[in-house]
C-alpha cells in the first residue's frame, strides 16, 4: 500500500511538473508583457499569477489530478483558496525580494515560484483533487 501511494505521488507530482514549467513560462512572459506595458512590477507580478492559474486549474483538473470525485464549481473555488495562498507567499516574497535585493525582478519570481509552487501543488493535492 505504501509503495503504491509512494508511486501515485510520484506520478502526480511529474505531472505538476510538466504543467507548472509551461504554465510558469506563460506567467513569466506575461509578467515582462505588462512590466513593458508600464505596470507596476508587483501589481503585474500579481496579475500574471492569477491568469496561469486560473489556466493551470483545466491542466490539474484534467490531466495531473484526473480522477477527482469533487465538482468543477467545488473544485475551483478550493483551487482559488490555494491559489490565493500561493498568491500571497509569491507577492511576499516577490516585493522582499525586488525591494532588498539587487536580484532582476524576472530572476526573483523564478525563485519565489519554488516555494510557492510546491505549496500550492501540496495544498491542492490534500485538500482539492483527492479521491474521496
Given at each position: 500500500?505504501g509503495?503504491?501511494?509512494?508511486r501515485?505521488?510520484a506520478?502526480?507530482?511529474?505531472?505538476?511538473?510538466?504543467?507548472?514549467c509551461?504554465?510558469?513560462?506563460?506567467d513569466?512572459?506575461?509578467?515582462?508583457?505588462?512590466?513593458?506595458?508600464?505596470m507596476?512590477k508587483?501589481?503585474?507580478?500579481?496579475?500574471?499569477?492569477?491568469?496561469a492559474n486560473?489556466?493551470?486549474?483545466?491542466f490539474g483538473?484534467?490531466?495531473i489530478?484526473?480522477g477527482?470525485?469533487?465538482?468543477?464549481?467545488?473544485?475551483y473555488?478550493?483551487?482559488?483558496?490555494?491559489?490565493?495562498?500561493g498568491l500571497?507567499?509569491?507577492?511576499?516574497?516577490?516585493?522582499?525580494?525586488?525591494?532588498?535585493?539587487?536580484?532582476?525582478y524576472?530572476?526573483?519570481?523564478?525563485?519565489?515560484?519554488?516555494?510557492?509552487?510546491?505549496?500550492?501543488f501540496?495544498?491542492?493535492?490534500?485538500?482539492n483533487?483527492?479521491?474521496?
Amino acid at each position: 500500500m505504501g509503495r503504491l501511494l509512494s508511486r501515485h505521488a510520484a506520478t502526480l507530482l511529474a505531472r505538476n511538473t510538466i504543467v507548472s514549467c509551461g504554465i510558469f513560462a506563460f506567467d513569466i512572459a506575461l509578467l515582462w508583457v505588462l512590466v513593458q506595458m508600464g505596470m507596476g512590477k508587483v501589481a503585474a507580478a500579481a496579475l500574471a499569477f492569477i491568469i496561469a492559474n486560473s489556466l493551470h486549474y483545466a491542466f490539474g483538473r484534467g490531466w495531473i489530478f484526473k480522477g477527482t470525485d469533487r465538482g468543477l464549481a467545488e473544485g475551483y473555488v478550493y483551487f482559488l483558496i490555494n491559489a490565493g495562498i500561493g498568491l500571497m507567499i509569491t507577492i511576499s516574497l516577490f516585493a522582499a525580494m525586488i525591494r532588498w535585493t539587487p536580484i532582476n525582478y524576472l530572476v526573483a519570481r523564478v525563485l519565489v515560484s519554488v516555494v510557492s509552487g510546491l505549496t500550492v501543488f501540496l495544498l491542492n493535492a490534500v485538500l482539492n483533487f483527492r479521491r474521496l
